[in-house]
Structures are given as structure tokens and as C-alpha cells.
T-cell receptor
Framework: DQQVKQNSPSLSVQEGRISILNCDYT??????FLWYKKYPAEGPTFLIS?????DKNEDGRFTVFLNKSAKHLSLHIVPSQPGDSAVYFC???????????FGTGTRLTVIP | GAGVSQTPSNKVTEKGKYVELRCDPI?????LYWYRQSLGQGPEFLIY????????DSGLPNDRFFAVRPEGSVSTLKIQRTERGDSAVYLC???????????FGQGTRLTVV
């Protein structure tokens, strides 16, 4: 049973425009959410996170939005750059737990 | 090196054989995690260690899988009687303490033929 879902396997965006990656979850107990970025032949790299007590967290070009009532979060990248091209994974964890539940990933391609 | 190191980077083995996958965490990191990523899927949790002890092994799929971390640093994931379905990328991650940011290694791609 997939508790974290990324329904868009791929996304293409023009350089300089906004990239919006979406993630839905089914477990209402999740209290911490993360986005990881993965290049080929490398492990996932932490990008940004958000606690369930917040609805927005911003770090430079990256902003994560959390809508708890909809069990939905999104990652906004603006402006998008070609170096942002990678697979993005959404992940979530339960209170006090240390393992992460990952989505299946979205491949972002930023076109120069 | 400064990051999490996993060896080998690639492993091809025959069905039924035994394999060991090694993870060198970032020095000083007390928490260590193993995940498995199958083709087209996100990483799936297998086990995590706090120090030398396995704090949660609920993600291990069956008793063919076992992991150790005898000195609280390097960890080895052991798979007995490998099956074709075990083919995946096995990812290791470490964090300074539990509930802090985890850093992933590049993974070991295991192929069982």
C-alpha cells in the first residue's frame, strides 16, 4: 500500500519558469515531510523539509507547501534551471519514527 | 571521503548465492539506515541502527535478509539464498542523530541472474 504518491512520473519546464511538483499522502499521522533530489548513479540528496505545524517553508528558489486537510504537498522551484533536472522524491515520516516513506518520484526536465 | 560510501557499486550474483553489501557512514553519525529501491519505485525502508543495535528492522522483507553494525560504524547488509526479486538498488544513509537529516550513499545495484 503506497502511503506517499507522486502521480506525475515526469514534468518538463522551460528554463526560468516555475516547476511545481506534487505529492499526496494517505496517512494522516505523518508529521514531517521532505523532498529529495536524485541524479543518475547517485543517492538521493536532501532538498527541503516541512513540519506538519507549518504550511510553508522556503529556502532560496525552493518552497514547499503543505495542505494537511487535502493531504497534499508541493514543491515549487522558481526560477527553474537546467541543473535542476533530476528525479524528485517526496517522503514522509510518522511522529517519533525514523524511517521515511517515499513516493515513486517525478523526473523533472528543465529545458534550456 | 566525507560522504556515505557503499561498496560494491554493482554486484551481479547467481540465484541462490549469498551476498554482502557494505556501508561506511559519515564519521560520527550514530544513526544508519538501509533502504531498497526497485525499478520505477521510491526507496523502501529496510532497517535502521542507532549505534550498534537494530532499532527497527520492520522493513526487512523476510529472514533471508540480515544486517549488522558491530562497532557502531560500518554496516553490512547480508542476503542469503538470493532470488531474482531481490534485484534492486540498495541505499544506505546515515544521520548525526535520529530525527536529523539523513545523507544517502550512491547505492549498490544488485542484480540476481
Amino acid at each position: 500500500d503506497q502511503q506517499v504518491k507522486q502521480n506525475s512520473p515526469s514534468l518538463s519546464v522551460q528554463e526560468g519558469r516555475i516547476s511545481i511538483l506534487n505529492c499526496d499522502y494517505t496517512n494522516s499521522m505523518f508529521d514531517y515531510f521532505l523532498w529529495y533530489k536524485k541524479y543518475p548513479a547517485e543517492g538521493p540528496t536532501f532538498l527541503i523539509s516541512i513540519s506538519s505545524i507549518k504550511d510553508k517553508n522556503e529556502d532560496g528558489r525552493f518552497t514547499v507547501f503543505l495542505n494537511k486537510s487535502a493531504k497534499h504537498l508541493s514543491l515549487h522551484i522558481v526560477p527553474s534551471q537546467p541543473g535542476d533536472s533530476a528525479v524528485y522524491f517526496c517522503a514522509a515520516s510518522n511522529p517519533g519514527a525514523n524511517n521515511l516513506f517515499f513516493g515513486t518520484g517525478t523526473r523533472l526536465t528543465v529545458i534550456p | 571521503g566525507a560522504g556515505v560510501s557503499q561498496t560494491p557499486s554493482n554486484k551481479v550474483t547467481e540465484k541462490g548465492k549469498y551476498v554482502e553489501l557494505r556501508c561506511d557512514p559519515i564519521s560520527g553519525h550514530t544513526a544508519l539506515y538501509w533502504y531498497r529501491q526497485s525499478l520505477g519505485q521510491g526507496p523502501e525502508f529496510l532497517i535502521y541502527f542507532q549505534g550498534t543495535g537494530a532499532a527497527d528492522d520492520s522493513g526487512l522483507p523476510n529472514d533471508r535478509f540480515f544486517a549488522v553494525r558491530p562497532e557502531g560504524s560500518v554496516s553490512t547488509l547480508k542476503i542469503q539464498r538470493t532470488e531474482r526479486g531481490d534485484s534492486a538498488v540498495y541505499l544506505c544513509a546515515s544521520s548525526l542523530y535520529l530525527n536529523t537529516e539523513a545523507f544517502f550513499g550512491q547505492g549498490t545495484r544488485l542484480t540476481v541472474v
